[in-house]
């Protein structure tokens, strides 16, 4: 009796796997990818850092997610979740594919996770001239795709217009600053606190999350006394200025024609003024002795720790 014995065998490709690198933002979340194709069952996956230490999931740190195999496509993903990333130091980490059955299966590829910091800092400014903020980024392996929205939650259009100028900035040795410059007249006609958002894309890795970063810009409105005085010869003349729009104390000084500081004196009698929090304003007034000066122009300096204006 014979025996026909037939044998049928099966030639799989080599497995592929391939990783997706992410640029994120410091103190976020972000996932990271890695797909294995040619495959023909699910395959056991395993996560290493940059120092080729075990990653595992401790939901706190890290959250693994093996993934399953894709009949349709032949594929595999798997993700590694790294939670609030505090590093500020590219990491790169690596996936490997090990299958219990098919050597050919097995496989590895890196991913890198470019980590980068955003700063939007609150602001207060006068509304008496233009002003500008500046979204500043550091960490960036390229030049980062920035936006900004104003209070209403609107684009603002890149390049010059009515109201606003943006400049994007560029890259240069992992830093950026993108920044928006307002024109004094939309200044003065913002709320006295508005809300400003400058949103950063990776400019080299397409999968990246944006982060969304915002800032309350603080409208100031400085006014000086609107109108000249006119006083008779040898009395006293007060003047005044008021600085309204603030929410703290402002340092007032005041010079005279010749840009010379004036201080308290037989002169000169200076009221700083305190601020005044249910107004949310301020009023420093200058006395100008009997018979001090003939017609003179007298000047009110208003400085906070980010602004001076007369």
Same mark, same amino acid.
């Given at each position: ?9 099966? #030639? ?5 796997? @391939?990783? @997706? ?8 979340? +972000? ?34 997610? $093996? ?81 900004? @929205?104003? /209070? $209403? ?12 100028? +943006? ?16 024109? #004094? ?8 606190? #508005? ?28 006014? /000086?006394? /609107? ?22 104390? +402002? @340092?007032?000084?005041?010079? $005279? ?29 200058? #006395?100008?002795?009997?018979? +001090?000066?003939? $017609? ?15």
């Amino acid at each position: 009796v014979a025996i026909l014995i037939l044998l049928h065998l099966i #030639s799989v490709a080599d497995a592929t796997v @391939t990783g @997706t690198s992410k640029e994120v933002e410091q103190g976020t979340d +972000v996932t990271l990818s890695c797909v294995v194709d040619n495959i023909t069952q699910t395959e056991t996956v395993s996560w290493t850092d940059s120092s080729s230490a075990a990653v595992t999931s401790d939901t706190t740190n890290y959250v693994i997610d $093996d993934g399953t195999f894709n009949e349709t496509t032949g594929e595999q993903t798997t993700t590694l979740t790294v939670k609030a990333v505090a590093n500020t130091e590219d990491t790169t980490y690596t996936c490997v594919i090990t299958s219990s059955t098919d050597a050919s299966a097995d496989g590895s590829a890196d991913v890198t996770l470019n980590v980068f910091t955003v700063t939007l800092d609150d602001k207060s400014v006068v509304t008496a001239s233009d002003q500008t903020i500046t979204c500043a980024m550091t960490g960036l392996s390229a030049t980062a795709n920035v936006s900004w @929205t104003d /209070p $209403d939650g609107a684009a603002i259009a890149d390049g010059a217009g009515a109201d606003y100028t +943006v400049d994007q900035g560029t890259e240069s040795g992992g830093e950026q600053d993108s920044t928006l410059t307002i024109t #004094s007249t939309k200044l003065q006609a913002l709320d006295t606190t #508005s809300i400003f958002t400058c949103e950063v894309t990776s400019g080299e890795y397409t999968d990246s999350d944006a982060a969304s970063n915002t800032m309350t810009l603080t409208t100031l409105v400085f006014n /000086p006394d /609107p109108k000249d005085k006119e006083v008779e010869e040898d009395t006293t003349a007060v003047i005044s200025c008021v600085v309204s729009g603030i929410t703290e104390a +402002v @340092t007032v000084s005041w010079t $005279d024609s010749s840009d010379v500081a004036l201080t308290d004196g037989s002169d000169y009698t200076i009221t700083d003024g305190t601020y005044d929090g249910s107004s949310n304003s301020q009023t420093t007034t200058l #006395s100008v002795t009997a018979g +001090v000066a003939t $017609d003179s122009t007298f000047s009110c300096l208003g400085t906070s720790s980010e602004w001076t204006i007369t």
